[in-house]
Structures are given as C-alpha cells and as structure tokens.
C-alpha cells in the first residue's frame, strides 16, 4: 500500500503548537500573579507579604498584586487558593495557622496536604506575651499568680480560634496550669486595638504587631517565645528566663499554589523568592518589623516542613484536649 502523508499544513500546525507551549513555559510569568493573604490589611502577615512582593515584582518582571481575604482564622484565604485555577497566577501567602487549622478542625473546606502545594518559607516571627499596663503585672511569674488567685476571670485574645496566637496560648495554659478566657477576633489588627483599649488581659501577639506599641507603653511586654531576646527589645527575657521552660514557638511565613501548579512554574516561583530573600533589601526590611528571615528551601523541602509541622499541632491538641469550639 502507498503511504499516505499527513498534509503539510497539518504538521506545521503540530510545530506551532509544540513552540506555543514550549514559549509559555519558558516565559512565565507573563501577567499579573495575585498573592492571597487571608488575614486583614495592616497585620504581619500582609505586611510580609507585601515586603517580599516588591522584591519579587523585580525579580519576576511581573506585579505581585496583594489580595487580602480574612476570615475563619485563615480558612477562607486558603481555601480560595485551593480551589483557583492551577496556572501560577493565583498563590496563598499565610502563617504556621494553616497547619494548626488543619490539626484542628475536624472539617476543613480543602485538604492541606492534597490541595496546596508548598513552594518556599520567607521568615519567621516570634510572639511576644504582653499585658495592658493596668492590669497591674510586670513580670510572666505575677501574671502566672495572678490567673491562680483569679481562675476563669482574665481573658486573652487572639487573631482567631485555630491561630497561632490561639494556640499558643492554650498552650501556655497548660503549661502554666492557669485557667484565662479566649476571646478571638477575625485578625490580629482588630485584637490589637481591643487590648490596647483594656477589653482584654493578655494576648500572645506577634512581634510586629507588639513591638510598637510595647515602645510606646500600651503594653506591657514580659516574655518573647523566641530561642533568644528579641534585639529590638533586650530587656524582655524568652520565656525560660522567665521560668516557663522549653516553650519555643515561632511562627512561619509561607508561599503556597494550587494542586496542578506545574513543577517548572513551582520551581520558578520558589528560586525567585529565594533569590529575593538573599537581598539586602528585603533581609533588613523583614528584621525591621521583628521578624527572623528563612534560610533557602526547596518546595520538597517545604512540603516536608509543612507536614513535620501539621503531626507536631495534631500531636499537641490531642495531648491538651484543645477544642475547636
């Protein structure tokens, strides 16, 4: 039998196809990538966020446009980073929340592991116990009596149940054998305000939301959760100089994408803010706001993070009996 050749233009338009999408991969980014940070404008989160998509804006040649989605103590954000389309364009910037969410909450709307794929750490931030001046203690040992003498009676506040702030803090009640009411907040900015008012007690803030207002007297500081003292605030002391031992909790700062994100554009995504990170400019930037900048990580190695992370919060409410309520 005589063969029978596909027509010319049928395999010029293979070749053309083929170049469009070896050219599309090659040129990514090519518009706008939308950074999902799912807590409020003004807090350490979105302000990271905004610090590393300066950088990034150069390093990728396209703009990073922040969008802030709170609510749920992250879930919302994230969530809408899980379900958007997987083509690099839309990507979750949040904290450690994500993993202690997921150890918490008996239903989520996503599956952390499956849905979201890790992509590279930016910093980490610690927190900072801190009082309102008129409570009337100066040091984390009188707060610790203070809550004895007064079980059920002083409140704390957080960024919502399932954050950081939370989760710390019912972790510090355990440690410390003291009884302090939640109450949470969609955020840290809003929680913030209603201590500095005196609605609240106490609160395990961030250190980039704390620091200001410990400097200007609104609060008073008594212990930072970091390994070592804060260098912007030398006088507090970590938490085992304060008497409460091995209590180490700092938090991550993170990128994520969708599930489907192709390796090539995760791999570009994750040198470029890596890349970015090994400025002086975003380096100083970060520390500025009391926050500690991430060493260079792989996404394989993220991703291993992440889940040595998830097992150590699951692993923690189960031992204290953490309620997602």
Do not use: C
């Not at 969708?258 to 090539?264: E, I, L, N």
């Amino acid at each position: 039998m005589r063969q029978v050749n596909p027509p010319r233009f049928v395999i010029l338009l293979a070749l053309l196809a083929g170049l469009i999408a070896s050219t599309s991969a090659h040129t990514y980014p090519n518009k706008p990538i939308r950074i999902v940070v799912p807590w409020p404008a003004g807090g350490f989160v979105d302000v990271a966020a905004r610090l590393a998509s300066e950088q990034l804006t150069s390093t990728l040649g396209q703009a990073l446009v922040v969008e802030n989605k709170p609510g749920a103590g992250g879930i919302i954000g994230a969530d809408n980073v899980a379900k958007a389309m997987p083509d690099g364009y839309s990507l979750l910037f949040t904290t450690s929340a994500l993993t202690m969410n997921a150890a918490l909450r008996s239903k989520m709307p996503f599956d952390l592991e499956r849905d979201l794929l890790p992509i590279s750490l930016e910093a980490f931030v610690p927190s900072i116990i801190v009082v309102h001046p008129m409570l009337g203690v100066n040091t984390l040992q009188e707060l610790i009596t203070l809550a004895k003498a007064k079980p059920g009676t002083l409140t704390y506040a957080s960024a919502g149940t399932g954050t950081p702030a939370h989760l710390v803090a019912e972790l510090f009640k355990t440690t410390v054998e003291v009884n302090l009411i939640h109450i949470p907040y969609k955020g840290g900015p809003p929680a913030m305000v209603d201590q500095i008012a005196g609605r609240v007690d106490v609160q395990v803030a961030n250190a980039m939301g704390a620091l200001q207002q410990v400097k200007e007297g609104k609060l008073l500081a008594l212990a930072v959760t970091s390994p070592e003292r804060l260098e912007q605030l030398p006088g507090v002391p970590t938490m085992a100089q304060a008497g409460v031992p091995n209590f180490e909790t700092d938090q991550w700062l993170g990128f994520f994408a969708p599930r489907g994100t192709a390796p090539a554009t995760v791999k570009v995504l994750s040198d470029a803010i890596n890349q970015a990170l090994a400025t002086g400019t975003l380096r100083d930037a970060l520390h500025t706001k009391g926050m500690r900048v991430a060493q260079p990580i792989t996404p394989a190695e993220f991703k291993t993070y992440i889940a040595t992370d998830l097992q150590r919060w699951r692993t923690l409410i189960q031992t204290v009996e953490i309620s997602e309520d």
